[in-house]
C-alpha cells in the first residue's frame, strides 16, 4: 500500500499494511484538526488530493480516501445517521470534506471512502481527546462540557475494516467505520481516573447533550466481524486498558520537556 502521511492514522495503516495491497493508495495526510479555519490549510489537503488522483487514474490505482465520521459531517443527531442520507455538514472542516469526498467519486479512479469517527490508540497526537483527558487527568484539573459525547474507536478495529474492505475488493462505496457507541465525555473522565487511582478536580461547561450518532449498518453488512469480539458496554474500558499506559507514558514525556 502507497500512504501518503505521516500522522497517527498513516503510521497505523503503514505498520499494519506494509507491502500489501501495492494497487492502493491510501491518502492519510490533510486537515489535522476540525476547528481550522486557515483556507491555505483546506487549499493544502485539496491539491494533495487532485494530485493524486492524478496519479492514480493512469495507472489503474484504487484510492483510499479517509473523510469523517464526527459532528462535523453529521452534526447532532437523535438518531444514526446513514451514509446516503441528506447532508448538511455544519463546519467548515466537514463540508470540505464532502466537497473532497465528491471529487473522489467524480474522479473516474476506483475508490473507497471510509468516514472514520474519533480513533484512539498508538502514535496518536498529544492534543487530541484522549491523550488531552490522560494529561490533564494527571495534572488534577480536567474541563468536561456537559452532555458531551464522542464516538471513540480502537484504531486497531479501523485497520481490521480496512483490511477486510479491501481484500473483498469492496469499491465505490462510502462507509462509516466507528464504534456505534458514543460515549459520554463524563464517563470517559470517570473512567480514566478509575484507572489510574486519581480524582481530578472537574470544571464542568454547561451544555446540552451533544451525540453524534453514524449507523454502522453498512459497515456491519460489509465486515460481519467488525467489533465482535467486544460487548457495546465493555468497549469503552477495553479501550483503556489498551491504551492508557501509552497515554500515560506520552504525558509524563511531554511533563519532562523544559518549560520556555
Known sequence: MQIIGDGFLARNLTDAFGDRFPGVTAIASGVSSTATTAP??????ARLLYEVLDECRPAGRRLLFLSTASFSMYGFTDDAVSESGPLRPPTTYGRHKLALENVVRSSGVEHLILRVSHAVGHHQRPHQLLPTLVRHIREGRVTVHQGAHRDLLDVRDLVHAVDRLLTDGVCGEVVNVASGVPQPVESIVTAIEDRLGVTAHRVHRPGPTAVTRASVERLRRLVPD??????????LGALLDSYLPYYTAQSQDLAALPSR
Open 226 to 235: 467488525f467489533r465482535a469480539a467486544t460487548a457495546d458496554p465493555d468497549y
Open 40 to 45: 491555505a490549510e483546506y487549499d493544502r489537503e
